[in-house]
């Protein structure tokens, strides 16, 4: 501790929002390029069920990764494991630049995110190293913002960049410089023994069953729901056979973290079991709503509005604006009523607001809700309500999980906190394209087939189209609908927690 004070401290805090905002942005970042990358591979733009994987190549090496190397850096040290994941992160986004085919995209895309999945643990452990009970909220309050800034600005940076610079290549160039320099102060800001536990104790070993454990059945779970053919069914051969084993490989974890085994990626010893698995589940759910949004929305304005990439990114800026407004009232509102009141009026606004996109007609940009002389234009106010909604459950549930773990357990709560909303964003964005890809293929095999220029055939499949994403979005609202139930039943602490008089004070 002695050893960083003062500017090297704020540099080593400066380098881990830095690296933890990288890696956020770029787990967002693909939702509006996903037309330009299908297109520049050779691939047919109208079959985006070929370009899921690099979403959730991408959550699935993040989510998967997240817990084991955090364990990695106790043992080797929160520098160590940090300037090698960034190295690694700059490879994984050279090698996705240079991709001439799918494959090797997702290989870049995966990659990245094993890299990224690290950044954010090691770094809220880093608070706890550096910084002393009293001022850790505030620390890992920083941290928590850089990881939801990337949400926000993600998808608008990879569409301005890419606008930019002329091409979508360029996006993931522009990551190399970046995490190499973010390598660079990291490793002069922080000394390489902060984080590393030497001394042949409990701490210094790492549960790599576990890990593999919950990266496997993750793994067999999105495979499972990908469907490179969705025109003939909703899940591909393999499907049934390879979700089935993903559980039973999830349930195998389960098992496994139970077992009182000295070492485990979660450790439920201390924890209060109700709320905090209730936060986890509202996370799940405002996860998976988050990334269909960003991914639905986009492709939605560039297949029937037409708009181009950047176009789709300021129509999808409504509902980043409004999530990024969300946030902070929630917080604000969260520290003077119950946090489970504001995390299910959230969830209940979020599907109010998606209940009402299911609707959009196909000129829904000169729609409006007229309330007396006052025109409201029905995109704006649907996107504003849902990302109002959503926005407003992050702070609360990220207050319950902390006061439902022990003090010394609260970096591990919030990542843990994070890795349940990613999980919501892997399977949700998953089964709802799953879902819908084979929805939109069935539609457009109903329509009589065209003869020569019929344009009567070309707004058949348009219309088809508009009911795929109406149903994404319905079933959407239904997902909100139960994170508000779990919210509003479970979603509280039956008790005050016994924590001390500044825990008291500085909670989050």
Known sequence: MSELVGVRRRWALGAGGLVVLLGAIDAYVVVTLLVDIVTSLGLDPSK????????????????????????????????????????????????????????????????????????????????????????????????????????????????????????????????????????????????????????????????????????????????GLYNPQP????????????????????????????????????????????????????????????????????????????????????????????????ALLGGLAARRVDERWVAGAGLALAALGYFRIAGWPLDVLVANYQLGPVALPRLDTDLVLAGLGLGLVVAPVSAIALRAVPPDRHGLASATVVVSRTMGMLLGVAALSAWGFYRYHELVDAIP?????????AIAVRQALLVEYREIFLATAVVCVLGALVALAALRLPAPAPVDKIGADQQV
């Open 48 to 223: 985006l069920e070929q370009a899921t994987p690099l979403v959730t190549g991408y959550l699935l090496g993040y989510v998967g990764a997240m817990p084991l190397l955090g364990q990695l850096s106790d043992r080797y040290g929160r520098t160590t494991l940090v300037v090698a994941c960034l190295l690694a992160f700059a490879a994984g986004s050279a090698l996705t630049a240079i991709a001439g085919s799918m494959p090797v995209a997702v290989t870049g895309r995966a990659v990245q995110g094993i890299a990224g999945g690290a950044l954010l643990p090691v770094t809220m452990a880093l608070a706890a190293d550096l910084w002393e009970r009293r001022q850790r909220p505030v620390v890992l309050g920083f941290i928590g913002a850089a990881q939801e800034l990337g949400s926000v600005i993600g998808p608008l940076y990879g569409a301005g960049i890419a606008a930019l610079l002329g091409s979508w290549q360029a996006v993931f160039w522009l990551n190399v410089p970046l995490a190499l320099g973010a390598a660079v102060v990291v490793g002069l800001s922080l000394p390489a023994q902060v984080g590393r536990s030497g001394d042949g104790t409990v701490r210094t070993q790492v549960d790599w069953i576990g890990g593999l454990l919950l990266a496997v059945g993750l793994g067999l779970l999105v495979v």
């Open 231 to 326: 025109d003939r069914s909703v899940l591909p051969s393999w499907g049934v056979p390879t979700l089935a084993a993903g559980a039973a490989v999830l349930v195998g974890f389960g098992f496994w973290q139970a077992a009182n085994r000295p070492v485990r990626l979660f450790d439920p010893s201390g924890v209060q079991i109700r709320p905090f698995l209730a936060a986890l589940v509202v996370s799940f759910a405002s996860g998976a709503a988050l990334l269909i949004t960003l991914v639905d929305v986009q492709i939605f304005a560039q297949g029937l509005l037409l708009e181009d990439a950047l176009g789709g990114a300021l129509v999808l800026s409504r509902f980043l604006v409004a999530l990024t407004v969300g």
């Open 449 to 457: 087939p065209p003869s020569g220029i019929d344009f009567g055939y």
